[in-house]
């Protein structure tokens, strides 16, 4: 058997946010398999090369389809958007492995890391992940609501930053009010909300807003959700958005 599967992440969305090494497992590719919407994303490549585009949802039979076309001898890579670990395709892979056809375990597996939302939406405020941080994903396809107000209550009580995935979608419009609402019972009014919508690309839009005040509308699948710890903080500019930045140090004065 030498067949290869490769899980990829392309990043949040710019080309030059993809690393050189995604870029040569997708040239060696026979096989692309992905959501369509991060197929596209891919441009044209090797003469033959075949891409297996197909829809969200079906992420397990998605890693099914891809490890048995690695079994017959392709050279296959996955697509994820952003990191094929956070949230995405990786985990699926191993999901299906560790359910499936005992020959899997012997395909020689690589993941490639990507650039995550999270860290592209950081970078485009300032630094507010300076400090300690978690990232939650508010899909509840997945897990119980009960489990995600269990884990934004830890994280409030713990003052981690927090990285808010998958906040809304049209299936879930009403979920990110549900966790600002929640989460107001546990933080201060004034603590920063940042709403990122497509980080790391030229339609970047910023929101800064307080926790208090914070609105949900707009916020769509592109969106990433930093609501931050009880000192992330704003440095205002004089005809500019103000920097965001969480202080590394828990003493007031920073070394
Ligand atoms: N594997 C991806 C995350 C998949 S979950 C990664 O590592 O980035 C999908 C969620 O990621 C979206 O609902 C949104 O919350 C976030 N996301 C993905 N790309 C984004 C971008 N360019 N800007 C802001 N958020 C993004």
């Not at 209550?153 to 927090?162: K, L, Q, S, Y």
């Not at 201060?188 to 690309?201: E, I, M, S, Y």
């Amino acid at each position: 058997m030498n067949g290869k599967l490769t899980v990829v992440g392309l990043g949040p969305g710019a080309p030059e946010l993809v690393t050189p090494a995604v870029r040569k497992a997708l040239e060696e590719a026979t096989d692309l398999v992905g959501y369509f919407t991060y197929l596209d994303r891919v441009p044209p490549g090797p003469a033959g090369q075949r891409r297996h585009g197909s829809d969200n949802r079906v992420e397990v039979d998605r890693a099914r389809h891809a490890l048995a076309l690695a079994e017959a001898g392709h050279t296959v890579v996955v697509v994820s958007g952003g990191d094929p670990g956070v949230f995405a395709m990786a985990a699926a892979v191993f999901e299906a492995i560790e359910e499936g056809e005992p020959a899997w375990r012997a395909l020689d597996i690589r993941i490639e890391p990507g650039v995550t939302a999270m860290l592209a939406a950081a970078a485009s405020v300032g630094a507010p992940l300076g400090g300690d941080f978690c990232a939650i994903s508010l899909s509840d396809n997945l897990k119980a609501w009960s489990t995600i107000e269990q884990r934004l209550e830890a994280a409030a009580r713990g003052d981690f930053v927090i990285a808010l995935y998958n906040p809304a979608s049209r299936a879930r419009p009403e979920q990110l009010g549900r966790a600002l609402g929640f989460l107001r019972g546990l933080k201060a009014a004034d603590t920063v909300v940042l709403f990122v919508k497509a980080a790391g690309t030229a339609d970047l839009q910023v929101r800064i807003e307080s926790l208090g005040k914070a609105d949900p509308a707009g916020v769509d699948m592109r969106t990433l959700v930093l609501i931050g710890s009880s000192r992330t903080r704003l440095i205002p500019r004089d005809g500019a958005t103000p920097w965001v930045y969480t202080p590394r140090s828990e003493r007031e004065a920073s070394a």
